[in-house]
């Protein structure tokens, strides 16, 4: 008999127990015939007997593993041997049964709600952000947001001759052979020239 849909490959006199919620805590197997051996407050599984530890515990014996387990998905937003726990994932994380929140590239946390730290991004916020001069870094791809004045992939570039501030989209008005400021498009003229364009 399976105990949670009654099946049963018995004779007909053969009474097959129904479990449908699954084997009580201190039972396991197809017909909730065997003891579990978990300590400490770990759950043991149904189907196979694994044992869950609590948060702070871990070895001893075998542990859940997802591919030896019945091959059901829980309801959205379910977790858990039973889905009988609630997964309240922010930022459009997905639900796992057995790890609970998976959070998108740039979030981590039991619930995805913090963005990776500054300097880090990706999955699980384990990349390190390469940007400079000032340059914010996505959290989720490592894509740089350059300052003014700068470019490249890395923000390592000031801006051409001739161009400066955010995106080196300006053009600079510099006359007479006066340097262009790459940041903020100011003029540094040649002497005897003057003013704010060196005309």
């Not at 019945?70 to 459009?92: A, I, Q």
């Not at 979030?107 to 300097?119: A, S, V, Y």
């Not at 490249?152 to 006066?178: E, I, M």
Request: a positive charge; one cysteine or more; hydrophobic letters at 20%.
């Amino acid at each position: 008999c399976h105990t949670l849909t009654a099946d049963c490959h018995m004779p007909m006199q053969f009474q097959c127990p129904l479990h449908p919620q699954g084997c009580p805590g201190d039972k396991y197997g197809l017909l909730c015939d065997k003891n579990c051996i978990c300590k400490n407050g770990a759950r043991c599984h149904g189907f196979n007997g694994a044992c869950k530890c609590q948060h702070g515990w871990q070895g001893g014996g075998q542990v859940f593993n997802a591919t030896v387990v019945l091959n059901v998905n829980c309801p959205p937003n379910r977790k858990g041997e039973l889905c009988d726990e609630v997964c309240d994932c922010l930022h459009s994380a997905s639900c796992d049964r057995w790890a609970g929140c998976v959070c998108p590239p740039g979030w981590t946390g039991t619930r995805c709600q913090t963005q990776c730290p500054e300097g880090t991004y990706g999955k699980g916020c384990a990349k390190t952000c390469g940007c400079q001069n000032g340059a914010s870094c996505s959290p989720s791809d490592g894509r740089c947001n350059c300052t003014a004045g700068w470019y490249g992939s890395n923000c390592d570039g000031a801006c051409p001759k001739s161009r400066y501030g955010w995106r080196c989209r300006q053009v600079c008005s510099c006359k007479n052979n006066a340097t262009c400021h790459h940041v903020d498009g100011s003029c540094a003229c040649v002497p005897p020239w003057g003013g704010r364009n060196c005309d």
